[in-house]
Every structure is written in C-alpha cells, then in structure tokens.
C-alpha cells in the first residue's frame, strides 16, 4: 500500500461528496475522527477508498499522497 497521509484519504473520501453537496465540514470532522478511531487500513476499506477510487482522485486533483 502507497504511503498516503490522514489529510489525503480524508480529502478523496470528502471529495466525493463535496461535488454535490458542496463544503462539509461536518462530515470532514466525523471522518477525522472514524480515522483516529479505527485507523488508515480499516477507514480505507469502511470509506470505500480502493486503488481505483484513490487513482481516479490523484487524476482529478493532481495530487500525489
């Protein structure tokens, strides 16, 4: 697994819903903490954030972890 920060995986979990819904620092603050709770392996899988989704984030971003 690439070395990918807290801040990344928050920002393309957010990300998905900030294209529809626009700033949720609601839900930016309820991932922060199920990211501390659970840590980076176990938010991956419960936020949905597989290679394919991590990809297609860093393509529309320009971001690299």
């Known amino acids: 697994m690439a070395g990918y920060s807290k801040e ?3 920002d393309a979990y957010v990300s998905r ?3 529809v819904a626009g700033n949720v620092p609601a839900l ?3 991932a922060e903490q199920h990211y501390e709770n659970v840590g980076k392996d176990a938010f991956r899988v419960s936020a949905s954030l ?3 989704a991590l990809k297609k984030f860093k393509l529309e971003t320009g971001r690299k972890s």
């Open 50 to 52: 597989d290679a394919d």
């Open 8 to 10: 990344f995986l928050i």
């Open 28 to 30: 930016r603050s309820m």
């Open 17 to 19: 819903y900030e294209k």
